[in-house]
């Protein structure tokens, strides 16, 4: 099985932009939404943004106005603009499917830290 296979993140200063890119599977862009996700530490990962195949985006309201996901089915990629960078960015990102279920798998994602 392919798994999703995240790049783009980094060490940046509070203020700063990333951007993330996920190589997936044809599997995940067919699901209902691609999504990107994070976990930070000692905590569960959590939903960042979705994106239909019809372009219809959703925000977790943390990251409304700061982050952009788009994709490119063309190239199986999705993508995380990321600007305004904020210390409580600071996580692991990954994408997947959403919805997801009990059986997914998931790539190594990608460490995104915010500090000065």
């Known amino acids: 099985q392919v798994l999703p296979a995240e790049a783009g993140g980094g060490l940046v200063q509070p203020g700063g932009s990333l951007r993330l890119s996920c190589v997936a599977s044809r599997n995940i862009f067919s699901a209902e939404a691609v999504a990107w996700y994070r976990q930070a530490p000692g905590k569960q990962r959590a939903l960042v943004a979705t994106?239909?195949?019809?372009?219809?985006?959703h925000y977790v309201d943390s990251v409304k106005g700061r982050f952009t996901i788009s994709r490119d089915d063309d190239r199986n990629t999705v993508y995380l603009q990321m600007d305004s960078l904020e210390p409580k960015d600071t996580a692991v990102y990954y994408c997947?499917?959403?919805?997801?279920?009990?059986?997914?798998?998931w790539g190594q994602g990608t460490q995104v830290t915010v500090s000065s």
């Open positions: 994106i239909t195949g019809r372009g219809r985006t």
């Open positions: 997947n499917a959403f919805p997801y279920g009990p059986t997914t798998t």
